[in-house]
């Protein structure tokens, strides 16, 4: 069956331009996550979806990030005004249910590029 | 930060060694997950070992669990050089999302 899918793969952009990532998860899957990755660097959690509850977005970074999910599929994350600290691979991952005995199944990311 | 740490953060070694890899934590966890990433691509899960566990098996990945040390280890038996990649650990808590550690860049030379 498909995988967690994300678009675009690459994205290149200019300093304070607003940039929007898709992740589509993996069909009947409740939980959503988002995941941003520096070079050689660890996942840092940014912003978990459950079903129909609010979502934690304690990891989101600075109020330039958002994320919106419609029902229990598409998710997007934007970043306005983008800063040269935004580079990074962000990852997106779903899981059957958001018990965290579930294993996370991962997006290959979205490579972000801000010059 | 509460993110866990592994060690080492690099490890080379020739095909059909054994590689360890050692994850310390900081949480209180219900499951630990390991977590393998080729580069350029996402995580795949790899194993997951619960909280009341001490050792599980899955191919030639072995983990253990030590919760009064907080911290876990992963082997590689016999690896391959297709195991070249980076490994991570992550805490399962109460809540849904996990704690991912920096990750081990394992490379396996032919």
């Known amino acids: 069956g498909a995988g967690v899918s994300q678009s675009p793969s690459n994205k290149v952009t200019e300093k304070g331009k607003d940039v929007e990532l898709r992740c589509d998860p993996i069909s009947g899957h409740t939980a959503l996550y988002w995941y941003r990755q520096r070079l050689g660097q660890g996942l840092e959690f940014l912003i978990y979806f459950q079903g129909n509850s609010a979502p934690d977005k304690s990891g989101l970074p600075s109020d330039r990030f958002s994320a919106e999910r419609t029902g229990e599929s598409v998710s997007t994350l934007t970043i306005q005004r983008t800063q040269q600290e935004d580079s990074a691979v962000y990852l997106c991952?779903?899981?059957?249910?958001?018990?965290?005995?579930?294993?996370?199944?991962f997006g290959d990311g979205t490579r972000l590029s801000i010059l | 930060s509460q993110q866990g740490e592994e060690d080492p953060q690099a490890l080379s070694i020739q095909e059909g060694e054994n590689a360890t890899m050692n994850c310390s934590y900081k949480t209180s966890i219900n499951n630990l997950q390991w977590y393998r990433q080729n580069s350029g691509r996402g995580l795949v899960h790899l194993i997951l070992?619960?909280?009341?566990?001490r050792e599980k098996h899955s191919g030639r990945l072995r983990v253990t669990l030590d919760t009064s040390k907080k911290s876990s280890s992963l082997l590689i038996t016999a690896s391959r050089a297709a195991d070249t990649a980076s490994y991570f650990c992550a805490e399962g808590g109460s809540q849904g999302n996990l704690i991912f550690g920096k990750g081990t860049k394992l490379s396996v030379k032919p």
């Open positions: 070992i619960r909280s009341n566990e």
């Open positions: 991952a779903s899981s059957f249910s958001g018990n965290s005995n579930q294993p996370q199944h």
